[in-house]
Structure formats: C-alpha cells, structure tokens
C-alpha cells in the first residue's frame, strides 16, 4: 500500500463518529448511478455522450484488465490525459482496482513527469499520442528507468495491444470484482502547487477526499439536473472536487468538457448543453465579462459561476451577476485540503468581498501573527489548517514535512488571509515563495534551479509581477557571469522540457543579487525594482 502520514488515531475516530469518513471508495458514485440511472448523461465531450452505465462498464472493463496484466492494489500509475471522457474512465477504474494514480497536467512535460515518475515509480502509465512526449516510444522508454515493468497504454493509438481506448472496449469478464478499496487508505496523489525545487505530491485517501466531495456537492447546491462545464484542466483540484466532477457524478449530473476557458466555444457548449455551472479561475472571467458584455445570450441557463484559484478583485466579481447573469460563488480551496466557498444564499456583499467560509465545521482554522500567537478577526496573519479533508504529510518528503505542519498538526498553507467576524475569510497575500500565474502555480525554486544549471548563470531569482489579466506573471532576475540574452535561457528551459506557464515572462539582468541581513535573496527588493519599474513605465 501506499505510504502516507495518517491521522492521529482519537482525531479519526472522530471523523467516523461525526459521519464525515463513511468508508466509501471514491469510485462509489459511479457505480451507484450506474445502477439506478444507468441512462442519465455523465459526460458530454465533442460529440459523444457518455451515459453512467457506460462509464461503469469501461472502467470496469479497464480494471479487469489491469488486473489480469497483473497488476495489484497499491500499485501506482502515472496519467496525462488532456480532457476527454477517458480521464475519467480511466480514473473510476483505477479506483475500482485499487490502483493510485498521479494524473499530471497535460502542460506538464519531461521535467515535471520524470520528477513523478521518478518519486511514485509507476506500474502503469497511461498517456497521449497527441502530447508532444508521446508521439513516439522514446520519452515513455525513458521513464522506465525508474520502473522497469512499467505497462503503458496510449490514448488515440492504433496498435490494439497498447491503446487505452481498446482496454476501455468491451464486455466486462465474467467474475469481475472490484477491489475491496480499504477506505482510509492513499485513493491517489494530488498535485501540490508547490514551492519547493522538486514538485510535491499530497497523498489523498478515499475516506477525506469523498467527504471534501459529498459535502461541496450540497454546498454548491448539485442534484441531477445540473449540467457542469469543466474547461480547465479536469485533474486539478478545483475541477476534480470543488465540487468538480466527482461531486457532478455524486449528484448524478453531467460534466460538459471544454479544451479550455476560451469565451467562444465555452459560451457555444453552454448554449448548446444548456449548461448550467462552470468553474473558473480570475483571468478567465474577465474574458467572460468582456464576451457577455458584447453578447450574453449564449448564457440564459448558466446559474452559477465559481471563481478561485487565484486572487479575485472585489470591482471584478461585483460585475459578475449582472453581466453573466447568474450567482456567484467565492472558492478558496488547495490541494492539500482545505476549501472555502461563499454560500449560495449568502448576502451579495459578502460573496463580493470575501473568499468563503470552510466546508467543514471540523475545519480548524487558525491565523497566526507573526509572535506564533493566534490573531483576532480582522487582523491578517498566517493561515494554517487541520481538520477531516486536509492531509497530515507530503509522500516521502520529512524535511519539508517538518516545515508546513506544527507539532499538533496543523498545516502551513503559506497564505495570509484575515478572518471576519462570522468566520469567512479573505486572502490578501501569501508568503510562499510561489507566484499564481492566473491560477497556474510556479514553484520559484524549481525554476531558479533550472535557471542555475545554465553555465552563464551566477545566480537566479524568480518573482511575481502584477499583471492586469493574469493577476502575476514570472520576472526572472539573473546575475549572468557571461554575455547572455533572455531568449539564450528561454531555449535552456525549453530544452530541458518544462511546462510553458513556468516559463518566465520577462527576463532582467542585474549586476548583483541583493541578499538579506542572513544572506538570502532579498526577493521584496527584487520586486520593489519591478513595482518603481512599474511606476517609470505608467
Ligand atoms: C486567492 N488565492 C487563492 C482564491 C486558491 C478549489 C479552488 C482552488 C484550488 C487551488 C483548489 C484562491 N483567492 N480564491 O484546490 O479545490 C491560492 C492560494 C492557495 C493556492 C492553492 C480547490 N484559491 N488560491 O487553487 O492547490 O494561495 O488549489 O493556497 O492549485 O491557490 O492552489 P491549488
């Protein structure tokens, strides 16, 4: 089985005793509506409807298989799938069969999914031939240095023998059984965004994640007539659980996919599947108001619009209802646990301006000023988190481990929010070494390492810039030892294979890295620099 730091014994007999962890396997929903609506729609994707009964047949279908090719429950996978039916296909069956899957952005390239590969050490991969790493055998070949007996499946391949869509086919073999999943065990690892040089992973069981689910799918208000548009990428957090897919099929709704949050074809799949929810990030809205401003017709079924991931402007999200015409929703959620969200009978002002309150009343939320004493309502501080959904550990990681929790648990999530009396929250900064590229999370760290393997780079420092539609972009500050120009160390990365959000957007050579008092970059001077900068331009 797959290793994780679990919860403190007392603490998850309480979860039990409160009904929050039910023992229920995360491929539960699927298999229930299969069987008492077998014909309601779970998946709209281009032209093809895919009905619960059929989602449960071809992940069973896909299980089985797995399993006659010998693969065991604790085993891993890693998936890149863009979005298409199949990634929930294949993610209902590798829950059936008690396998524990990665499932990576499809932006990821070799040096996200080789850092994967190499922490989970996959039995299983299953990917793209349309991704640019897969159009060939090389890069999969590559990945079995970490795996040897890696099995891999390809989504839109030929050859029968290795393409995923033919291991979906068929009937499912007689005697087919699911795994008896143990539900307080590792359901899969979710992606953090991370702050660190290697990407973190945050192993989540099926006990806390269906719980995060159950009860986001009566907060959002889902049942089986809502009709949800995921057109951002279906693995992240946000669209997996907030209330995402898998709160769609607790309710036995249906998932709309979209290749990504663009207006026109978004509002096209909204008018023609009378759509009515979608999840966004900030950046995507604004694209949204400026398109409904001009024609909001398309909409007239769309009820609510969920906005997270990153920091949302109050002037924004007071244009929403009027202009898109529907509710809106506040999320502030994390891979790690922890999701807020504004109700839906909440009084306008304060969905206009805060980020919502936790899901759980187990939810303990505690915001820490800077003497490490708890600060009142209204004062900004640290927020940190425990409670029935929020993981107690990144896999294999005790350093870092020892960084983000506190003695008794508590997790560090690296923002600053204030709480207000009638305890819903508002995130005003963040002290994680991170910048939120409109919702894209980039681990400083990781970049700055790959910056420093260029020969010409003395030193290398990664930082956040406003930006009006992305809400951040990537300043890179580089002391360089020889004559080099920004496109000589956007060639470096691209050639070491990253994906293109992590890029930097701007590069500025400076003569000297400024440290702190203890000798680290000083990385509020460096944005200093860019805020006078900033203002110079203006
Ligand atoms: C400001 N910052 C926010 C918000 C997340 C639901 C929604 C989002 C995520 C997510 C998620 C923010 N305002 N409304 O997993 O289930 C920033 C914070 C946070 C980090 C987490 C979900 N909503 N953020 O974005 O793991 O800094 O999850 O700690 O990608 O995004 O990022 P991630």
């Not at 990407?199 to 009709?227: F, M, N, Q, V, W």
Request: with cysteine.
């Amino acid at each position: 089985m797959v290793e994780f730091t679990p919860w403190p014994e007392a603490l998850a007999d309480r979860y039990r005793e409160l009904g929050y962890w039910i023992g229920r396997p995360l491929h539960h929903a699927v298999t229930r509506q299969a069987q008492e609506r077998p014909k309601a729609i779970a998946v709209i994707c281009g032209d093809r409807r895919i009905d619960y009964g059929e989602l449960h047949r071809a992940s069973s279908a896909l299980a089985a298989r797995l399993q006659a090719a010998g693969l065991r429950p604790g085993d891993t996978a890693l998936v890149q799938l863009p979005n298409v039916a199949e990634f929930y296909m294949v993610f209902t069956a590798l829950m059936k069969a008690g396998i524990v899957p990665l499932n990576a952005l499809f932006t990821h390239r070799r040096t996200e999914l080789s850092a994967y590969a190499e922490q989970i050490r996959p039995r299983l991969l299953i990917a793209a031939r349309e991704h640019e790493l897969f159009r060939d055998d090389r890069f999969a070949k590559e990945l079995r240095r970490f795996s040897p007996d890696m099995l891999t499946l390809f989504h839109g391949e030929l050859d029968t023998g290795h393409s995923l869509q033919h291991w979906l086919a068929g009937p499912v073999p007689q005697g087919f059984d699911e795994t008896p999943t143990c539900p307080d065990s590792v359901a899969f690892f979710q992606l953090s965004g991370g702050s660190t040089g290697t990407p973190k992973l945050i192993p989540r069981t099926h006990d806390d994640y269906d719980y995060s689910i159950r009860e986001s799918a009566a907060i959002c208000g889902l049942t089986p007539e809502t009709r949800y548009l995921c057109a951002m990428p279906a693995p992240h957090n946000y669209l997996m659980s907030s209330p995402g897919a898998l709160g769609v099929f607790h309710a036995g709704g249906t998932v709309v996919l979209a290749a990504n949050p663009d207006p026109a074809p978004c509002f096209d799949l909204i008018r023609r599947h009378r759509v009515t929810m979608a999840a966004l990030v900030p950046s995507a809205v604004l694209l949204w108001l400026e398109a409904a401003e001009r024609d909001n017709s398309a909409l007239a079924s769309l009820q609510l619009v969920q906005v997270g991931g990153a920091s949302f402007a109050e002037a924004t999200a007071r244009r929403v209802p009027g202009t898109l015409g529907c509710t809106l929703q506040q999320v502030f959620g994390m891979a790690e646990g922890l999701v807020n969200y504004t109700r839906l009978d909440d009084p306008a002002e304060r969905i206009f301006t805060t980020q919502g309150r936790p899901i759980s009343p187990d939810d303990e939320v505690r915001v820490i000023g800077p003497d490490g004493h708890d600060l009142p309502d209204g004062k900004a501080g640290l927020l940190a988190v425990r409670g029935p959904y929020t993981f107690r550990g990144y896999y294999r990681s005790p350093e870092h481990n020892a960084r983000s929790f506190d003695a008794d648990g508590f997790y560090f999530t690296g923002d600053i929010v204030e709480r207000t009396a009638d305890g819903y929250l508002r995130v005003v900064g963040r002290v994680k070494d991170q910048i939120n590229r409109g919702g894209e999370k980039i681990a400083a760290e990781e970049i700055e390492h790959l910056l420093q393997r260029h020969p010409a780079v003395h030193a290398a420092a990664l930082v956040a810039m406003g930006d009006a539609r992305l809400g951040e972009r990537s300043c890179a500050f580089i002391v360089a030892r020889d004559n080099i120009k920004a496109a000589d160390l956007r060639r470096h990365l691209i050639a070491q294979g990253i994906a293109e959000y992590k890029l930097p957007d701007r590069v500025r050579f400076i003569e000297q890295m400024p440290l702190t008092p203890v000798g680290k970059t000083d990385k509020v001077r460096l944005r200093e620099m860019l805020m006078r900068e900033d203002i110079a331009c203006a």
